[in-house]
């Protein structure tokens, strides 16, 4: 494939570093440019030592939304452990220039994130998986890594309403199997908060005629529905002990019987479980089988709630509100209700959303934007609810945790303005011109810092 496109940024190099750096990536093939360039979905950082700078670089890039490739120029330019300090201040990977063979090295890793993006853009659309912020768009690319390139099981934990059976959907739509398919098997759903014990070897296993009172005629259970495709247990930590050793054995052989069967029936399905309870204190309490629990958990994602996406509320909003008014070109949100839907508690997370928009829009009529008044009486916030002044205590924690860390008050200002900047930029949908009128500011002004800023 072609090579994908990529920014260069350099941290800390001598010219004849640099130079020898940069020829090396274009004698790759490797496209660079600039890092404000649009449509590279993936940077990269050559370093001479593991620096404040370069940990700072690395904090604003990681809220681009950018996978980042951390390169140190020589084995000496980092030390034993701090490939784990440039993770955690949001490199994807972090690798060491030692010889000519580094550029497959980053070449291999910039065309897996590109197929990464590639599969988590069509996917999420076609699940509606909803989201810009960083967290969100973070943890698509892990879950759609893990459905694209290995075929373990998938462990989604999360609260109530973060989506877990969206994620389930796009990792049905990710897996490589979807390209070999004769046949498209839709996603096989078992809610198992609603099984019932007497009848559930019937859902799991399927049945013979005459097997039980009722059974009339065979009967699929959702193993062989789910072959060749994608099998989703939802609330799987409610499943009772004994049902939990006859699913143990179909997840480990992909073999079972149908109740009242004697042949063995083999399947393959990709298995992706959900829970919003903590297994690992279940299996504490006895209440959940260990060995189930590892044949489940291959990978592992923990959902973020409602209110760790707060960057996604809007977006979420306008996206169900569209749903809820089909055909014409959806209101926009007023000031007053983008502000209340940013600050109310989403105890339900997006399903409560999902919910308050769609009551918003039967109320709303006529031309215009959504107001305060298509709010439900209901829905409304107490007195002094939401008319708390802006800069709050959030703010103000920020602010004192860059100044415990030795940040001047030029950079604090400056970082505030372009965090401003991109992100209006990013709830207008790459609109300089409506961003600017958010900000307050001309089109021009705007122009003339975003240049500054990238030739810093």
């Known amino acids: 494939m072609a090579a994908p496109r990529a ?12 130079a020898r750096i940069r020829t090396a990536l274009a004698d790759a093939g490797l496209h660079l440019s600039p890092r404000d360039a649009r449509g590279a979905r993936s940077g990269i950082i050559c370093f001479g030592s593991v620096s404040e700078e370069l940990i700072a670089l690395l904090n604003e890039v990681r809220r681009s939304r950018v996978a980042v490739l951390a390169v140190a120029a020589s ?59 960083a967290v969100w768009i973070e943890l698509m690319r892990r879950v759609v890594e893990a ?12 609260a109530s309403g973060t989506g877990k059976e969206l994620l389930a959907r796009l990792i049905h739509l990710a897996d490589a199997r979807a ?14 908060s609603t099984i019932v014990p007497e009848l559930s070897g019937s859902e799991f296993f399927g049945h013979e005629k005459g097997a039980f009172t009722g059974a009339i005629a065979s009967r699929d259970g959702a ?31 992909k073999t079972y019987k149908r109740v009242g069967g004697n042949v063995w029936q083999r399947t393959d399905f990709r298995l992706v479980s959900a829970t919003n309870r903590d297994l690992a204190d279940l299996v504490a309490r006895g209440q959940f089988r260990l060995d189930l629990y ?22 979420l909003a306008a996206h169900f509100l569209k749903a809820s008014l089909p055909g014409d070109e959806p209101p926009e949100f007023d000031e007053s209700v983008r502000a209340y839907l940013l600050n109310r508690e989403y105890h339900g997370n997006i399903r409560e959303l999902r919910q308050l928009i769609s009551r918003i829009a039967r109320r709303h009529v006529g031309p215009g934007p959504i107001t305060a008044g298509d709010i439900p009486p ?16 959030r703010l103000d924690q920020i602010v004192a945790d860059a100044i415990a860390r030795g940040v001047s008050l030029k950079e604090i200002s400056s970082a505030t303005a372009d965090a401003a900047i991109r992100l209006a930029l990013r709830s207008e949908n790459g609109s300089l ?6 900000l307050g500011v001309t089109d021009r002004a705007l122009q003339l810092r975003r240049a500054k800023k990238a030739s810093r």
Do not use: M
Request: proline share 6%.
């Open 7 to 18: 920014w260069l940024q350099l941290c800390g190099l001598d010219e004849s570093a640099a």
């Open 75 to 133: 084995p000496s330019a980092i030390r034993p452990g701090e490939a784990w300090l440039l993770l955690n201040a949001g490199a994807a990977d972090a690798i060491v220039w030692e010889d000519g063979s580094v550029t497959d090295q980053i070449r291999a890793r910039l065309e897996r994130w590109h197929i990464i993006d590639e599969l988590a853009i069509e996917a999420a659309r076609k699940a509606s998986c909803i989201g810009v912020g």
């Open 147 to 158: 459905a694209r390139f290995a075929d373990a099981p998938v462990l989604l934990i999360g």
């Open 179 to 192: 390209d070999t398919r004769s046949h498209s098997p839709d996603l096989v759903t078992v809610d198992c």
């Open 223 to 253: 193993f062989a529905a789910a072959d060749g495709g994608t099998l989703f247990l939802d609330e799987v930590g409610e499943l009772p002990l004994t049902l939990q050793i006859q699913l143990l054995r179909v997840v480990q052989e």
């Open 294 to 315: 590892y044949r489940l958990a291959g990978w592992v994602f923990q959902l973020p709630a409602l209110k760790e996406r707060r960057e996604d509320i809007l977006p």
């Open 378 to 393: 209901e829905d409304r916030p107490a007195p002094g609810e939401l008319t708390s002044a802006w800069p709050d205590e």
């Open 433 to 438: 011109q409506r961003a600017a009128k958010r």
